[in-house]
């Protein structure tokens, strides 16, 4: 199994503004994805994070609203950025190791932007 | 490409009674399914998974699935619901789409555990 450590866990923001999310495993994984969660929904997959590469966003996710990094491969961050109160969610971090197996998650990052 | 649909929104059942949430999968490839729950203001916990093995699954606290390539379904059960069970559950499908592997959620069911 895989420890995710997601930062922050919630935070209140501004609309505008922008918020960096950090995802860090205490092993290295094969891959990472980053999802959001909207309230009482399910979760919807917003990018893969590729190591040292530019991340794989799916259909409605933009680079500019949504960029992600991943130097290593034990690390991702997630930034929302300009944010509006339709960016209210929780986003998580989740991380597959070889073999492609279960999935793990972090406990996610409650956001509210007002 | 590949897609779940979880047939029921909510399900309610009495203590003690059995449960039963649906899920049905579509996959070009030979599927990895699994079953995770999230309890309220929790993260998301692993029930069980398949990855071409047994047909029938066991996880923990109790359920199990059973994977049925003809039904292309993959239905979470237990035998004798918990007040504890009552919780938030998602199917997962996991393969590769448009050159990529992914893990994707279906639209969950709210189990509700009646006294």
Request: some cysteine.
């Amino acid at each position: 199994s895989a420890v995710i450590s997601q930062k922050p866990s919630r935070d209140i923001c501004q609309r505008g503004t922008s918020l960096t999310i950090q995802c860090q495993v205490d092993s290295q994984v094969t891959m990472m994805f980053w999802y959001r969660q909207q309230p009482g929904q399910s979760l919807t997959l917003i990018a893969t994070a590729n190591q040292g590469s530019e991340a794989t966003y799916e259909s409605g996710f933009v680079i500019d609203k949504f960029p992600i990094s991943r130097p290593n491969l034990t690390f991702s961050t997630l930034t929302v950025s300009n944010m509006s109160p339709e960016d209210s969610s929780i986003y998580l971090c989740s991380v597959v190791g070889a073999g492609f197996t279960e999935a793990f998650f972090g406990q996610g990052t409650r956001l509210t932007v007002v | 490409a590949q897609s779940v649909t979880q047939l029921d929104s909510h399900v309610s059942v009495s203590e003690g009674t059995p449960v039963l949430l649906r899920c049905n999968y579509s996959s070009s490839y030979s599927p990895s399914l699994f079953w995770y729950v999230q309890h309220p203001n929790k993260g998301l916990q692993l029930l069980l998974k398949y990855t071409s093995a047994a047909t029938l699954v066991k996880g923990i606290n109790g359920f199990e699935a059973e994977f049925k390539k003809s039904e292309t379904s993959f239905h979470l059960t237990k035998p004798s619901a918990h007040m504890s069970d009552a919780a938030e559950y998602f199917c997962v499908v996991s393969g590769r789409s448009s050159g990529t592997y992914k893990y994707i959620f279906g639209t969950g069911t709210r189990l509700k555990v009646l006294a």
